[in-house]
Each structure stands twice: as C-alpha cells, then as structure tokens.
C-alpha cells in the first residue's frame, strides 16, 4: 500500500512540478503505478474514464460554459453590470463595490470563477483605472469577486461534486445560495475600507430613476437565474436539462431583445465553449479514473482510518479544510473534486456532517485556491485583463482571502449556514 501511494503521488507531483498538464499527470501516474505495483488490466483505465463520462449530470458543465459565452457576447452581462452600478454605485469604492455584487449576479448565470472574473473584470478594471484606483488592488478585488462564480448556484463545481459523492445536485445548488452571498458581502466590507482609507474611485448619488431604468433594462438578464433554479424547484426540468433552457433563452433574449447577438458572436461562443470543454471532459475523465484507482487500492479507505484516528471531530475537519487549502493551490477545481471526494467524503460521513454542507465546504476552499499562487487561474485572467503582474496581484489580495478564510471556518462549523436552507 505504502508503495503504491508513493509511486502514484510521486510521479504525479513531479510530472505536474515540470509543467506536464494536469490530465497528463494524472493519467501517466495512474498507468505507472498499475504497470509496475499491481496485476490490474491497463484496460480498466480506459473503461473508467468513459463509465464516469457517461453522466447525464456532467453534460451541464458544457450547456453552463455555453450558456455564459452567449450572457457576455449578447449584452446580457453588461446590463447587470449598470444595473449594479445603479445599486451600490453610490457606496465608497463604488466601481469596487459594483464589481462585487456584478460578479454575484453574473454567478448566478454563468457557474464558472473565470467566465465571471473575464466578463466582468473586461468593464470594471478599466474603470477602476480610471477613477484611481491601484491598478494591483483593482484587479485583486475581481479576481477575488470572480470566486463567487462557482459558489452561487448554478456552479459547475457543484455538478462534478454531485457525481462524484452521489449527492443531490439540486441541493447543493440551494445550499450554496448564502455562503455566496456571504463572500460577496465580506468582500464589500473590504473594498469600503480600503477605498475609505485610499481615497479610492469617486461617489456617485444615488437615484432612484437611474435605479428604476437600469431595471427595466437588465430585467430580462435578471430572469435568467429566476428561469434556472425556479425550473429546477418546480420540478420542471433537471439542473442539466436547466442549462438547455438557458441557453435557449440567452439566444432569443441576445438576437431579438438586445439584438447584440450575431452569427460571429454566436460562432465565438460556440467556438469557445468546444474548446474549453474538451480540455474539460478530457481532465474529467482522466480523473475518474485516477479517482477508480484510488478506490480499487483501498488508498481512501487507509487513509480515512488514519485521519479517524484523530479523536476530536473539531481537529478533523481543520485537518482536511487545511489540506483542500494546500490542494487548491496546487490543483484545478475539478480535478481536484473528483480525486478527493472519494477519499474524504468517509471521513466526513464517520463524523456526522451532511454530504451536502461537506459539498460547500469543499467547493469553498478550492475557490479561494482560484486566487493563491502558484494556480490561481482567477490571478492569471485578471492579471491578463490589467496587465499587472500575479505577484503584484497576490500582495494586494491577501486580506479578501482572510476574510474569506472566516467564512469558511463558519461554514464549517455552524451548519445552518450551508444546510440550513434545505429546511
């Protein structure tokens, strides 16, 4: 067993720390480890990566990516953006505070950290600039926003989480709603501050025209996530079946609404979203059958044991948030879900907590793991947006994921917080 965990890991760090994609990585480990510890078939690798692609769930991360390259060719994501403006626009660190609450709105569309951090961060960057602001501390408050993109429901975090733990995807999409906005709002309370403290962006009035117009015309934007979750509460079609509709209706509102649409935008969507997803689907798979493997060599049964012997359920979990902490940094989102939920997910089971509150816990701490080096894919998307360098970037951003770590630790350990919205 000893060996067998050290030959996996082993070759699977060092491919990564020489730069081989993480697919590659796991996939030529997975293959090492067989071939020189094991008599197990090299045709169950295979046979894995296509069973655990073969989920009607999965098929909502393509429709989702989809679905939010049409919200931010179509005008769709602009709209919210002034009707955010509108809102809090008026608040010290008013772009700041606009950037936030976009990018909470726009995770209610899209289901992805990036997408939220390149649509919005495209307009409020730039403008962040303008009324200056450090241009470090602009791009660090939308990498840190962009976070919420997979937090607020629909989240596709969520979807690989619920295959993979066999969880209620509807659920975890409910459960999600207030950690979200808790982040959103501790985020703010930052941006208030060091805006206060550097003179940061200028304050606009308020108006409760302006408030009324940007309504009326990002009203249809705003309906996206009421069409989303009401369809799935209602019982009127699945999460996947969900992202089709939204997709659907980004198309109708962008061509014949906002008519902003066209066959190029269309094209580029398209485009964008077949290339995305199948880097995607290939890690998905890839991972699936790292994570067979783990399971066939008993590695997250050992392991569950051994954390289980830590008596006290408190120093468990501060254990494994610190190790989701230390992965996220090193380790994309997804294939880090489908790797750890089935070593994890028994020692979360044998102290007692709801699959669904570990669900959020888990997807929380990889979020923060978008914005700390050496992955931090959210670092690497604003800093192309701005131009400001990552380390830059991580110097400025390190009182949001302070302030995020708090929220974690009380996600972690007041229930309700996740849960409690499930009645």
């Given at each position: 067993?000893?060996?067998?965990?050290?030959?996996?890991?082993?070759?699977?760090?060092?491919?990564?720390?020489?730069?081989?994609?993480?697919?590659?990585?796991?996939g030529v480990a997975t293959i090492t480890t067989m071939v020189t510890t094991t008599n197990i078939g090299l045709t169950s690798i295979a046979t894995a990566c296509f069973s655990g692609l073969d989920s009607f769930p999965l098929m909502a991360i393509p429709f989702f990516m989809l679905a939010g390259n049409l919200m931010k060719s179509g005008g769709i994501s602009r709209r919210i953006l002034d009707f955010a403006d509108a809102l809090v626009g008026w608040i010290t660190g008013s772009t700041g505070m606009v950037t936030v609450v976009a990018s909470m709105f726009f995770a209610a569309l899209s289901?992805?950290?990036?997408?939220?951090?390149?649509?919005?961060?495209?307009?409020?960057?730039?403008?962040?600039?303008?009324?200056g602001y450090d241009p470090a501390y602009a791009?660090?408050?939308?990498?840190?926003?962009?976070?919420?993109?997979?937090i607020i429901p629909p989240s596709i975090p969520f979807v690989i989480y619920g295959v993979a733990a066999q969880c209620s995807i509807s659920d975890l999409f409910l459960a999600g709603v207030?950690?979200?906005?808790?982040?959103?709002?501790?985020?703010?309370?930052?941006?208030?501050?060091?805006?206060?403290?550097?003179?940061?962006?200028?304050?606009?009035?308020?108006?409760?025209?302006?408030?009324?117009?940007t309504l009326k015309s990002s009203i249809w934007a705003l309906l996206v996530p009421v069409i989303i979750l009401g369809g799935i509460y209602?019982?009127?079609?699945?999460?996947?079946?969900?992202?089709?509709?939204?997709?659907?209706?980004?198309?109708?509102i962008g061509l014949f609404v906002y008519r902003?649409?066209?066959?190029?935008?269309?094209?580029?969507?398209?485009?964008?979203?077949?290339?995305?997803?199948?880097?995607?689907t290939f890690l998905v798979g890839i991972s699936m059958s790292f994570a067979r493997f783990l399971t066939m060599s008993q590695v997250p049964t050992t392991i569950a044991k051994g954390i289980l012997n830590i008596s006290n359920p408190i120093a468990i979990l501060l254990v494994i948030n610190l190790f989701l902490l230390i992965v996220g940094c090193f380790i994309d989102n997804i294939s880090s879900t489908v790797i750890l939920t089935p070593i994890l997910l028994p020692i979360i089971l044998g102290i007692g907590m709801s699959p669904v509150q570990f669900g959020i816990i888990m997807t929380v701490n990889l979020a923060i793991?978008?914005?700390?080096?050496?992955?931090?894919?959210?670092?690497?998307?604003?800093?192309?947006?701005?131009?400001?360098?990552?380390?830059?970037?991580?110097?400025?951003?390190?009182?949001?994921?302070?302030?995020?770590?708090?929220?974690?630790?009380?996600?972690?350990?007041?229930?309700?917080?996740?849960?409690?919205?499930?009645?």
């Open positions: 067993m000893a060996l067998k965990i050290i030959v996996l890991f082993g070759v699977m760090f060092f491919l990564m720390v020489i730069g081989a994609p993480i697919a590659v990585s796991l289901g992805s950290s990036p997408a939220t951090v390149t649509a919005i961060g495209g307009i409020t960057i730039p403008e962040m600039k303008r009324e791009t660090a408050i939308t990498a840190a926003a962009g976070t919420i993109g997979v207030i950690p979200g906005i808790m982040i959103g709002v501790v985020l703010m309370a930052v941006n208030y501050f060091t805006a206060r403290k550097n003179h940061y962006g200028s304050k606009k009035k308020f108006a409760l025209k302006t408030l009324w117009n209602g019982g009127i079609f699945t999460p996947t079946e969900s992202a089709v509709a939204a997709i659907v209706y980004s198309i109708i902003e649409l066209d066959m190029k935008s269309l094209y580029e969507a398209f485009r964008d979203t077949v290339l995305i997803n199948g880097q995607t793991g978008f914005i700390t080096p050496p992955y931090g894919c959210n670092l690497f998307f604003a800093s192309a947006i701005s131009g400001v360098s990552v380390v830059d970037i991580a110097k400025k951003i390190l009182p949001m994921i302070g302030v995020m770590l708090i929220v974690l630790m009380l996600l972690t350990f007041v229930p309700v917080l996740s849960i409690g919205i499930l009645g």
